[in-house]
């Protein structure tokens, strides 16, 4: 089976600007989390999705938002864009519950100038 | 909150058998223990799993005391290529994954 997806894998935005990551989960996978990592916080979980819906949350801001569709594929969206933005935006999928055995992708690193 | 605690920072020699142990005093009852490996510039790798005793697969064993309160990941023989930041992961009764800040092991020559 092909691993978990994302795109693009680098991306350079400035200030204010908005920013849409992509992530394609492990076919057969329906639940698709996000996480953001950086050298002064480490790994922070963003929120999850199964099965289109948003099933948890973490303690971000609201100019963080995602979705998922139809075939598990999802997207996060940066709006108004800060420099403390810039990390590693990692996605992981599992087959159910989120906190079974999740499969990441190799991240989209955004740097926000 | 099930929060993890791990050393900061681990140096062992090849060949070496390599225990990292985790500290969880408030993990929930149904909560699983997870270990993940991560190398630089790439996302988390799973390496093991558990719920009590101890679990054991063809690169790691997970060893878990009764009172669940703690849990000690021990790589057996390591290499130079076991140079990586190892997570323990507490899943909470509400789903909630917490990340810790890892412990960064360090292989020898």
């Known amino acids: 089976k092909a691993g978990v997806t994302q795109t693009p894998r680098y991306l350079i935005k400035t200030r204010g600007q908005q920013v849409t990551l992509s992530c394609s989960p492990i076919s057969g996978h329906r639940s698709v989390s996000w996480y953001q990592q950086t050298p002064g916080q480490g790994l922070q979980f963003l929120f999850e999705y199964f099965s289109e819906t948003q099933r948890n949350k973490g303690n971000f801001p609201g100019r963080f938002s995602g979705r998922q569709f139809s075939n598990s594929r999802s997207e996060m969206n940066v709006s108004t864009l800060e420099l403390g933005d810039s990390a590693l935006y990692l996605c992981?999928?599992?087959?159910?519950?989120?906190?079974?055995?999740?499969?990441f992708g190799p991240g989209t690193r955004l740097l926000v100038l | 909150l099930a929060k993890t605690t791990q050393p900061i920072s681990m140096d062992s020699y090849e060949g070496q058998e390599v225990n990292i142990t985790c500290s969880h005093n408030?993990?929930?009852?149904?909560?699983?223990i997870t270990w993940y490996q991560q190398f630089p510039s790439q996302g988390p790798r799973f390496i093991i799993q558990?719920?009590?005793t101890k679990v054991t697969n063809e690169v790691a064993s997970l060893f878990i005391p009764a009172d669940r309160k703690s849990s000690t990941l021990s790589l057996p023989r390591v290499s130079l290529s076991d140079t990586a930041v190892y997570y323990c992961l507490v899943g909470e009764g509400d789903d909630k994954i917490i990340f810790g800040k890892g412990t960064r092991l360090h292989i020898l020559p």
């Open positions: 992981a999928s599992s087959p159910g519950r989120f906190w079974e055995t999740q499969y």
């Open positions: 408030n993990i929930a009852t149904n909560d699983y």
């Open positions: 558990g719920y009590k």
